[in-house]
């Protein structure tokens, strides 16, 4: 499985931006394994943002991006997220990630098997 990530660049806060991730492999990992985005900035470990449940199509978000970011699954190979109102703190490099993911408690718990390079969001004026 290979994942590459697309999308990223400057945009001022409150702007809006579009990450994609394309997603190439075995139809059968692609169909049954969920699908993650994270973002990482300097000095601070990697952390998920959002997950589209394979097991029941659930999308989970945590707290600082929900209502602002959606994310979907457009097809077997692409998934999308749609980052609106965006703020200086969303600033990070994005990356897309393949494996499992569920909610306990509001808190994602997640195995990834397979990630994508970055791609670099700046929100800045």
């Known amino acids: 499985v290979q994942l590459q990530a697309s999308g990223g660049g400057l945009v001022q806060p409150g702007g809006s931006l579009t990450l994609s991730c394309a997603a190439s492999?075995?139809?059968?990992?692609?169909?049954?394994?969920?699908l993650a985005w994270f973002r990482q900035v300097p000095g601070k470990e990697r952390g998920v943002i959002a997950c589209?449940?394979?097991?029941?199509?659930?999308i989970y978000y945590t707290d600082p991006v929900e209502g602002r970011f959606t994310a979907s699954k457009d097809n077997l190979n692409t998934v999308s997220l749609q980052m609106k109102t965006l703020k200086p703190e969303d600033t990070a490099q994005y990356y897309c990630?393949?494996?499992?993911?569920?909610?306990?408690?509001?808190?994602?718990?997640?195995?990834?098997?397979?990630w994508g390079e970055g791609t670099l969001v700046t929100v800045s004026s």
């Open positions: 990630a393949i494996g499992q993911c569920t909610r306990v408690s509001g808190v994602i718990y997640w195995d990834m098997y397979y």
């Open positions: 492999g075995p139809k059968p990992e692609l169909e049954s394994w969920s």
């Open positions: 589209i449940s394979a097991s029941d199509k659930t």
